[in-house]
Nanobody
């Protein structure tokens, strides 16, 4: 029911910042918890961050904690991932996801997924 589209990826030098956006369609955006996942070449998709439908205290992976910030603007049906101090190991395709179950999101149980946006960090 929710269509998601990521944007904002690109090529950036280590230590720089990027902000990813996830635009959602429909009128039910505020009903969903939202999250970001990433998949690097040769690796499984991994959890990055999640935020509740109301925008409460978010959850971060260890690698994202302290560098990344997830936030959402329900009025604009958009969720964001602010990535600071990017490192080479952050290189991956980043996916946004929506889920009715916030608890399951960190385990990869998204109900809807975007197609991803490529983030490449050069050393």
């Amino acid at each position: 029911q929710v269509q998601l589209a990521e944007s904002g990826g690109g090529l950036v030098q280590a230590g720089r910042s990027l902000r990813l956006s996830c635009a959602a369609s429909g009128r039910t955006f505020s009903s969903y918890a939202m999250g970001w996942f990433r998949q690097a070449p040769g690796k499984e998709r991994e959890f990055v961050a999640a935020i509740s439908n109301s925008g409460g205290i978010p959850t971060y992976s260890d690698s994202a904690q302290g560098r990344f910030t997830i936030f959402r603007d329900n009025a604009r049906n958009t969720m964001y991932l602010q990535m600071n101090d990017l490192k080479s190991e952050d290189t991956a395709i980043y996916f946004c996801a929506a889920a009715l179950s916030y608890r399951g999101l960190a385990n990869g149980r998204g109900d809807y997924w975007g197609q991803g946006t490529q983030v490449t960090v050069s050393s």
